[in-house]
């Protein structure tokens, strides 16, 4: 099945420091979403974004709807230890509004 | 308000076995999707299931089915399970499945298959 290319596969930062990864698309997708998974869990949304070169923050993240619609890139600033885990994009095509097109995913780790 | 629950958390079958996996949507959720979540194919999407009726499917195999009922749980089901079959089911619901609303996703099941 398709998947869409995420970087970094995963990171080390240390505390206090920003984070950026990004996502990319052979396909053209009307939303793009950023969740998180902690183990054991299901993924859990973080951002949805809905119009090309859309910018949107909740708290210390912020995503962008890439101009062609074929990418996204996530920004968590200041990190801190329970920002660990994993993230993954989300495409979602119009009309299929719950099928959605899951990235490889990036495992981010925190040292203190 | 209760999230997204699935039973059972945890299985272990054999293989040629088949499985039945639960999911409970929010209350007042009518849409409800499963995805499969493994090491090498990452997550990917089985079906969705709205007003008892599959509306959207994946690239699966037959073996893969599901059904919704009337109150809006879905239950999956895997038939002659295979190696690879093992992987951390995931249920996802929404009020509709349409538009811009968020798919809130249950703790899912993992299913090992010997």
């Given at each position: 099945g398709q998947q869409l290319n995420q970087?970094?596969?995963?990171?080390?930062?240390?505390?206090?420091?920003?984070?950026?990864?990004?996502c990319t698309s052979s396909s053209i997708f009307?939303?793009?979403?950023?969740?998180?998974?902690?183990?054991?869990?299901?993924?859990?949304?973080?951002?949805?974004?809905?119009?090309?070169?859309?910018?949107?923050?909740?708290?210390?993240?912020?995503?962008?709807?890439g101009?062609t619609r074929k990418d996204?890139?996530?920004?968590?600033?200041?990190?801190?230890?329970?920002?660990?885990?994993?993230?993954?994009?989300?495409g979602?095509m119009?009309?299929?509004?719950?099928?959605?097109t899951?990235g490889?995913?990036?495992?981010?780790?925190?040292?203190? | 308000?209760?999230?997204?629950?699935?039973?059972?958390?945890?299985?272990?079958?054999?293989?040629?076995?088949?499985?039945?996996?639960?999911?409970?949507?929010?209350?007042?959720?009518?849409?409800?999707?499963?995805?499969?979540?493994?090491?090498?194919?990452?997550?990917?999407?089985?079906?969705?299931?709205?007003?008892?009726?599959?509306?959207?499917?994946?690239?699966?195999?037959?073996?893969?089915?599901?059904?919704?009922?009337?109150?809006?749980?879905?239950?999956?089901?895997?038939?002659?399970?295979?190696?690879?079959?093992?992987?951390?089911?995931?249920?996802?619901?929404?009020?509709?499945?349409?538009?811009?609303?968020?798919?809130?996703?249950?703790?899912?099941?993992?299913?090992?298959?010997?």
């Amino acid at each position: 099945g398709q998947q869409l290319n995420q970087s970094p596969q995963s990171m080390f930062i240390q505390e206090g420091e920003d984070v950026s990864m990004n996502c990319t698309s052979s396909s053209i997708f009307n939303t793009w979403l950023w969740y998180k998974q902690d183990p054991g869990e299901g993924p859990v949304l973080l951002i949805a974004l809905y119009k090309a070169g859309e910018l949107t923050s909740n708290g210390r993240l912020t995503a962008q709807f890439g101009i062609t619609r074929k990418d996204s890139f996530l920004n968590i600033s200041a990190s801190i230890p329970s920002d660990v885990g994993i993230y993954f994009c989300a495409g979602q095509m119009a009309g299929t509004a719950s099928k959605l097109t899951f990235g490889t995913g990036t495992r981010l780790q925190v040292t203190l | 308000k209760a999230g997204v629950t699935q039973t059972p958390r945890y299985l272990i079958k054999t293989r040629g076995q088949q499985v039945t996996l639960s999911c409970s949507p929010i209350s007042g959720h009518r849409s409800v999707s499963w995805y499969q979540q493994t090491p090498g194919q990452g997550l990917q999407f089985l079906f969705e299931y709205f007003s008892e009726t599959q509306r959207n499917k994946g690239n699966f195999p037959g073996r893969f089915s599901g059904r919704q009922f009337s109150n809006s749980r879905s239950e999956m089901n895997v038939s002659t399970l295979e190696l690879g079959d093992s992987a951390l089911y995931l249920c996802a619901s929404g009020p509709t499945g349409a538009g811009r609303e968020t798919q809130y996703f249950g703790p899912g099941t993992r299913l090992l298959v010997l």
